[in-house]
């Protein structure tokens, strides 16, 4: 059996890689700190959990073993963690490095995480230009597009069969910032209407975990020295995103369109990126990868999966079992009632 090796592995990312990979006969090596994130069906399934620091070269030495078929690193983010990964990737048949869109710039070197949105003309292909390598601290929204740029050229640098994958907003089960959870939730606590910045027209391309598997599926039956973008084969609204999950938790809402509003934070949701953000993925498909479904179809674990972890509050409202800041302001239903009940908006 071909054994694949899954570094950083009980991330989104790495979970659904390591699904896809055990129902199509590998045999698969979840590496992580932690065992209890690792999903009981994946081993359930057969996938394996071994504890080790992949940032650690003899921890790292350790798990690589006699060798693997496919070395996907879901936790490389500086030029270091790269040279760490390069005699493993120089001996395993093929090597995927997760990065990410955010290494992309505009003409005015505006990145995904910069203060001022970038502009992009359209998609954006991986020929692109991207931010200059760095180093520094990469947990940074300045510092994390540098470095991740830093360590792809230290693989790409070396020749050896390292593809680069390059996905946009990461979805799916066991999503450690599932961002569906804003409209999730409101769901679930039967908000009546949704309001939704600048028309609700912002556009971040989302990526299903399952579909970033089924590339790394082709990736390895195809090794080579490349990037690939990563994205879903549409690239719904907010507006889209929202009547989406409402629709599969049954539930209907007023979609209220706000603009230019002078709360910044007043329904802004994840996807609210204006101008657009859009990979191109002609390359991925171009070299034979089918996408597991779009958005509307693939999403859909995620939200039973939300379902299925959030708990009702003695107040009556939904929550996570979570200490992630990441929504902290994402649920300020007064403000959202006050608007509501002051301004007379107009429902859409």
């Not at 959990?49 to 070395?71: N, S």
């Not at 954006?124 to 200059?132: F, G, M, V």
């Amino acid at each position: 059996m071909k054994r694949a090796l899954i570094l950083g592995g009980t991330g989104v990312i790495g979970i659904a890689v390591a699904r896809h990979l055990l129902s199509a006969g590998w045999t698969v090596d979840i590496v992580g700190r932690e065992a209890g994130r690792l999903p009981s069906e994946i081993a359930s399934a057969g996938g394996r959990f071994v504890a080790a620091d992949r940032h650690d070269p003899a921890q790292l030495t350790a798990v690589y073993g006699h060798g693997a078929d496919l070395l996907i690193d879901c936790v490389c983010y500086t030029a270091e963690h790269a040279r760490q990964l390069l005699p493993f990737a120089r001996d395993a048949t093929a090597t995927v490095m997760i990065s990410s869109k955010a290494v992309y710039q505009d003409e005015a070197g505006r990145h995904p995480n910069s203060t001022e949105p970038p502009r992009f003309p359209g998609p954006i292909p991986e020929t692109w230009p991207t931010l200059a390598p760095g180093n520094g601290d990469y947990t940074t929204r300045a510092g994390y597009g540098a470095n991740k740029v830093a360590a792809e050229h230290v693989l790409l640098d070396s020749g050896y069969p390292v593809t680069v994958v390059r996905p946009s907003k990461a979805h799916g089960p066991h999503a450690r910032r599932p961002r569906e959870w804003y409209f999730v939730k409101r769901a679930l606590d039967r908000r009546p209407a949704i309001l939704l910045a600048g028309h609700g027209l912002g556009v971040d391309h989302p990526t299903a975990a399952a579909n970033t598997a089924a590339l790394i599926e082709t990736i390895a039956a195809q090794p080579g020295c490349r990037i690939l973008n990563s994205a879903d084969p549409d690239a719904p609204t907010g507006r889209e995103i929202a009547h989406i999950i409402a629709d599969h938790l049954a539930h209907t809402w007023d979609q209220v369109l706000l603009d230019n509003h002078p709360d910044p934070i007043l329904g802004h949701h994840p996807w609210d990126s204006r101008p657009p953000i859009t990979l191109d993925t002609t390359a991925s498909t171009t070299l034979g990868y089918k996408p597991i479904g779009n958005y509307s179809t693939t999403v859909t674990t995620e939200i039973d999966w939300l379902v299925s972890t959030a708990h009702q509050a003695p107040d009556g409202l939904w929550t996570l079992p979570t200490t992630d800041t990441f929504f902290t302001h994402s649920f300020d239903y007064r403000t959202e009632d006050t608007y509501l009940q002051t301004d007379n908006p107009c429902p859409h």
